[in-house]
């Protein structure tokens, strides 16, 4: 093969990767934003099917790419197809009701993280009595029964809490 075959092979080859990498650009790039726009809207449906179609064109530059020799695209691409589909997977079982969207907190869990933080932290303060020694004019005993006390009421809140998560 002569020098001019080598050089129209390396112009022929630079021109396909640049074709390639225009093609991710333009059209790839477009539904994975699509996709994620329709996510933030809560339009799950629209999201899966373009994850999906995202996948499969990046399998499909990354199959030409592998063609080409450019192993380093094609591996790339294979990478952001299978982030694609473990996207759309995950919505689809959002869709299907195996997992909820995070939602705020009701009333009730508020209350109860709220009672278990501070029952723990005042129980931990009356059983200590080098904290709080004679200053509240409480003997020990009376100090370790309302620390105990305080003890309870914090681990039914964090059980409250927990079990309503």
């Known amino acids: 093969m002569g020098a001019e075959a080598r050089e129209k092979a390396r112009e022929a080859y630079k021109s396909e990767s640049r074709r390639l990498q225009n093609k991710f650009a333009s059209e790839l790039g477009n539904d994975e934003e699509a996709?994620?726009?329709y996510v933030k809207a809560g339009q799950l449906d629209k999201a899966v099917k373009l994850y999906e179609k995202y996948g499969s064109r990046c399998e499909e530059v990354a199959r030409e790419s592998a063609e080409l020799g450019q192993s380093e695209m094609a591996e790339s691409q294979y990478g952001q197809a299978t982030k694609a589909y473990r996207n759309a997977g995950r919505l689809k079982r959002v869709l299907g009701g195996e997992f909820k969207p995070m939602s705020r907190?009701?009333?009730?869990?508020?209350?109860?993280a709220v009672t278990a933080l501070v029952g723990i932290v005042l129980s931990i303060f009356f059983l200590s009595s080098n904290i709080t020694g004679?200053?509240?004019?409480?003997?020990?005993?009376?100090?370790?029964w309302i620390g105990g006390i305080l003890f309870l009421i914090g681990l039914v809140g964090a059980f409250t809490y927990f079990k309503r998560r």
Do not use: M
């Not at 907190?105 to 109860?112: C, D, F, G, I, V």
């Not at 004679?134 to 009376?142: F, R």
């Open 134 to 144: 004679n200053v509240i004019g409480l003997n020990q005993i009376s100090s370790n």
């Open 35 to 37: 996709a994620r726009h």
């Open 105 to 112: 907190p009701s009333k009730l869990e508020t209350a109860s």
